[in-house]
Nanobody
Framework: QVQLVESGGGSVEPGGSLRLSCAAS????????MGWYRQASGKKRELVAT??????NYSDSVKGRFTISRDNDKKMVELQMDSLRPEDTAVYYC??????????????WGQGIRVTVSS
């Protein structure tokens, strides 16, 4: 029922920019913390950034280059990625805590979207 769908991925040159979007849909009463994770080939999935009530948190590797934001009316979270580096290449996953009825809350993951930074 409740889903997160990412969009905006693709391939970009080093130093370029991409903007990822994640839209929540389905039966939603409220949405808590939202964030982005990524997993590079052969590596463990890692935190990129989270946001809730205007508070943001970034991993050291992306701090100053990436900006996370959300639109609660649209039930979306975005990740603006600037000054991209080859090491940013990964599958990016959207995550959110979603309450469908005010009683339960679930950790929901998107399917993932590829970001490739190369020359």
């Amino acid at each position: 029922q409740v889903q997160l769908v990412e969009s905006g991925g693709g391939s970009v040159e080093p130093g370029g920019s991409l903007r990822l979007s994640c839209a929540a849909s389905g039966t939603i009463f409220s949405i808590g913390v939202m964030g982005w994770y990524r997993q590079a080939s052969g590596k463990k999935r890692e935190l990129v950034a989270t946001i809730n009530d205007g508070n943001t948190n970034y991993s050291d590797s992306v701090k100053g280059r990436f900006t996370i934001s959300r639109d609660n009316d649209k039930k979306m979270v975005e990740l603006q990625m600037d000054s991209l580096r080859p090491e940013d290449t990964a599958v990016y996953y959207c995550k959110a805590y979603i309450a469908p009825d005010g009683l339960r809350i679930y950790e929901i993951w998107g399917q993932g979207i590829r970001v490739t930074v190369s020359s």
